[in-house]
């Protein structure tokens, strides 16, 4: 009786439901909207491209949720690392760009993480307060106005390039994902992260460096939203305040749908590439269905409720 | 048995002499005193506030007493944190399990001590999973698997996974922070059982419980103390109940 007990408990549905999500979405799109070029591949890899970003976010915020923090202000981070990295290579070279742009995104991350980490503030309100924060540093930066993006080395290494023909953006998709799960699954950060998240108290005696882990994912997550600011600059070849301030909601449903613990302890890097996926074709499906922008909120938001349901309803309790 | 242990020439693997700890105005254990060798069962008995706890902490290098000093076979140590006296070979098992919940065994089992392979230090799960497996079937601790994520498991064999932890990293010593307190009567004898087997293996345990028939049981000497002071360490077959009891009360 011991595999059929093991097979009960090692069947868990929230591991599998963004798959089954996924497959069920993608086949009722491809039904209903065979005749409005869904299924075309040009229509297909634009949904990879437009997501992008936001699977990279996704990364850093699964790192974030395992460890039992969260964080809101990576949006953000995106907009004031886009907009950073665009106003210095108005004078200076793609590299110093990328520079400004990974830099302040790992600075506001350390920010949120010594915050969190060593003065044990909770992760919901500092990132909250700096999610506001930021957003007006980022309206302020630059009088509202948009900056181009005109270093062409740029643009093609973050936006419209490919290399063997495949595009840049989905390139970037990978490596991250690749990178992202390698550390998550493989390494003993990766564990410690998972650890810390599961049962803190645990971790700590077991030698575990607790807040510098704290610390790290917070960091991790701006890194990832400096990246994600970068990808949106390449590709809208413009900085804006605005980017990176709607990716919030769909970020969070991406991971969570993805199979990773709101509460820490549990997660899936390859879940949330799947999870951004799916928000993705949902955006796109929605789009070409023709529903309004209005409808198109209200059916994401019940999908993201639907995740979030599934995700709290723990089978083990 | 216990007279066999101490008659070698061997000095005790954990010496405590004089060990005061204070915080800040209030003491919390006075001249405390005690030798712990190989192999030897030694029960810290005591009313609740007596400062087992404080104590415990103290030679896990959580807490650095105040005055005193502590020895590992023979040699003075001072550990500054956890992870010192860690290094030393001492383990604990605690009360309240530190244990992760939604991770498998073995990831527990190697918890902060995780094995890597390779040049990119990638976790080795196959590794760690064989010598999980290898030591849950030495210790006899019954699990479905070394997969077995920790919440699925019963209380005793939850205990059973935190001390057969402790048994693999301990070189010397194990410190058991009332190992049985929310565990039921069959999971109290398996976890029982399990001590006996680390004695076997010539490790000094030191066990903190609030059950003398437990103390009785398993110990090999008793030590009480009342409030922070030693009142005195008896040998197990040399003492009964009623002693210990108007010992650690006060009473009698």
Request: hydrophobic content about 50%; overall charge neutral; charged content about 15%.
């Amino acid at each position: 009786m011991d595999w059929l007990r093991s097979a009960r408990h090692t069947f868990d549905l929230q591991q599998y439901v963004v798959y089954l999500g996924f497959l069920a979405i993608f086949l009722f799109f491809a039904v209903t909207l065979s005749d409005d070029g869904f299924l075309t591949t040009r229509n297909l890899s634009n949904i990879v491209l437009q997501t992008a970003p936001a699977t990279i976010m996704a990364i850093g915020f699964v790192f974030v949720l395992s460890a039992g923090e969260i964080d809101l202000s990576f949006g953000s981070i995106v907009a004031v690392s886009a907009l950073s990295g665009a106003v210095v290579m108005q004078d200076y070279p793609m590299v110093a760009g990328i520079a400004a742009g990974l830099g302040i995104g790992l600075a506001i991350g350390w920010f949120n993480g010594f915050l969190v980490a060593y003065l044990r503030l909770p992760s919901f309100l500092v990132t909250l307060a700096t999610l506001g924060l930021f957003a007006g540093v980022a309206r302020s930066m630059t009088d509202l106005r948009s900056i181009p993006v005109t270093n062409d080395a740029f643009t093609g290494f973050f936006g419209s390039g490919a290399l063997f023909g495949i595009p840049s953006l989905i390139l970037w998709t990978i490596g991250a994902v690749i990178v992202g799960h390698v550390i998550y699954r493989e390494t003993r950060f990766g564990a410690h992260v998972i650890a810390t998240g599961d049962n803190a108290a645990a971790a700590q005696v077991s030698g575990i460096k607790v807040p510098r882990i704290r610390l790290a994912v917070m960091m991790i997550s701006g890194g990832c939203a400096g990246l994600a600011g970068l990808l949106y600059a390449g590709r809208l070849q413009a900085a804006r305040y605005t980017l990176g301030e709607s990716d919030l909601m769909t970020v969070i449903a991406a991971v969570i749908v993805g199979g990773t613990a709101l509460n820490g302890g549990k997660g899936s890097i390859i879940g949330a590439l799947v999870g951004s996926l799916l928000m993705g074709m949902l955006n796109n499906g929605l789009i070409l269905m023709g529903l309004s922008v209005s409808d198109q909120m209200i059916v994401r938001g019940l999908i993201i409720l639907i995740a979030v349901a599934i995700s709290l309803r723990d089978p083990g309790r | 048995m216990t007279a066999t242990n101490r008659d070698k020439a061997t000095a005790p693997v954990l010496e405590l002499k004089s060990i005061h700890k204070a915080f800040g105005g209030v003491v919390a254990v006075e001249d405390f005193s005690l030798d712990l060798h190989a192999g030897e069962i030694v029960a810290l008995v005591g009313d609740n506030g007596a400062g087992k706890s404080t104590l415990v902490k103290m030679i896990s290098g959580v807490h650095a007493p105040t005055s005193g000093s502590i020895s590992l076979d023979g040699e003075a140590v001072s550990f500054a944190d956890a992870s010192v006296a860690r290094a030393h070979g001492i383990e604990v098992v605690y009360q309240d399990l530190a244990l992760a919940d939604q991770q498998p065994v073995y990831m527990n089992m190697f918890l902060g001590r995780e094995t890597v392979r390779g040049p990119l230090k990638l976790l080795d799960r196959k590794a760690m999973m064989r010598e999980t497996q290898a030591l849950v079937d030495e210790l006899d601790v019954r699990i479905p698997s070394a997969k077995a994520v920790i919440r699925d498991l019963s209380g005793g064999q939850r205990q059973g996974v935190a001390i057969a932890r402790a048994t693999h990293w301990a070189k010397k010593l194990i410190l058991l922070d009332e190992p049985t307190a929310a565990l039921g009567v069959a999971e109290t004898a398996k976890v029982e059982d399990i001590v006996r087997t680390l004695r076997a293996r010539n490790i000094a345990i030191l066990i903190i419980s609030h059950s003398l028939d437990q103390v009785f049981r398993l110990s090999d000497r008793i030590c009480v103390l009342r409030r922070g002071v030693q009142i005195g360490v008896r040998e197990t077959a040399r003492t009964d109940k009623n002693e210990i009891v108007s010992m650690i009360t006060g009473v009698g």
